[in-house]
């Protein structure tokens, strides 16, 4: 078995590793390819310290959805820090959260708000949550595995349906 874990374990940084970057992709350039026109097509700054200000359906749309992404991150890193505490776990995902935030600001690309960070730490709290709960009665080796085939099938289908049917412009 451990020699199993020797041979994955590189499967599963590397899963965690893309993740993280496809949320920074995500996140700060909006799945664009076309970074400098992102870059400067925004160009101001705005944010936001009032949690849930100005609450609308879309927002509300958009909050769901920074909830969404952020469950795999939570699953992704009890495969890869499993031995690591929740707390520490959860910092990770709390401190990646204001670091993007802080980025977007810093870039002046879209807008820093609080409330994107609760959406995005409840997200990875519950994607922790879950993982934790489910490794207590299945084998950890098969919930690892079948957590990476499930992203990575995921990611793959999201990026052939975002460069062949979607077209992002700015």
């Known amino acids: 078995m451990d020699a199993e874990v020797t041979r994955v ?13 496809l949320l920074l992709w995500l996140i700060l350039f909006k799945t664009s390819t076309d970074f400098s026109s992102v870059l400067s ?9 009032i949690p849930f200000v100005d609450f609308t359906v879309s927002s ?18 009890g495969v890869n820090l499993g031995q690591v505490s929740f ?23 879209g807008v820093s ?12 709290l519950f994607g922790l949550a879950v993982y934790d709960l489910v490794a207590k009665y299945v084998d950890t080796g098969k919930l690892n595995r079948s957590i ?22 700015y």
Do not use: M
């Open 113 to 124: 708000d609080i409330t994107d960070v609760i959406s995005n730490v409840l997200g990875g």
């Open 60 to 77: 509300l749309s958009e909050t769901v959805s920074n909830f969404i992404v952020f469950i795999p991150l939570g699953l992704l890193l």
């Open 9 to 21: 374990k590189p499967i599963y940084k590397a899963s965690l590793t893309l993740y993280v970057l």
């Open 148 to 169: 990476v085939i499930a992203i990575i099938g995921l990611l793959a289908i999201l990026l052939v349906l975002r460069f062949l049917v979607f077209k992002v412009r």
């Open 87 to 109: 707390w520490r776990r959860l910092g990770f995902i709390a401190a990646f959260s204001v670091a993007v935030e802080t980025l977007q600001y810093v870039l002046a690309i």
């Open 41 to 49: 097509g925004y160009q101001s700054r705005s944010l936001n310290l």
